[in-house]
């Protein structure tokens, strides 16, 4: 559980740097964001590329998930935009 948080800030964080959208997110939306975003990097990493998933604490893991957090920040403006 607590590697789950830690995990999720980490990747949350990079993904919201990357977007642009840090100035606007706390520490917990951070770790909302960077789990949501390692399922959902998991889910296209398996089954559109037969990559691995998230499993564990390592560079491939972090890239799949701020892959993922990147998406679901790119969705989560383009529904706030209309």
Do not use: E, P, Y
């Amino acid at each position: 559980m607590l590697f789950w948080l830690i995990f999720g800030a980490l990747c949350g964080w990079i993904a919201s740097k990357i977007v642009g959208k840090d100035a606007s997110m706390g520490a917990i939306a951070n770790i909302v964001v960077g789990i949501i975003g390692s399922f959902i990097g998991g889910l296209i990493s398996t089954n559109l590329f037969h990559g691995q998933k998230v499993s564990g604490f390592n560079l491939q893991s972090i890239f799949i998930a701020v892959l993922g957090s990147v998406i679901l920040l790119l969705i989560v403006n383009a529904i706030k935009k209309r």
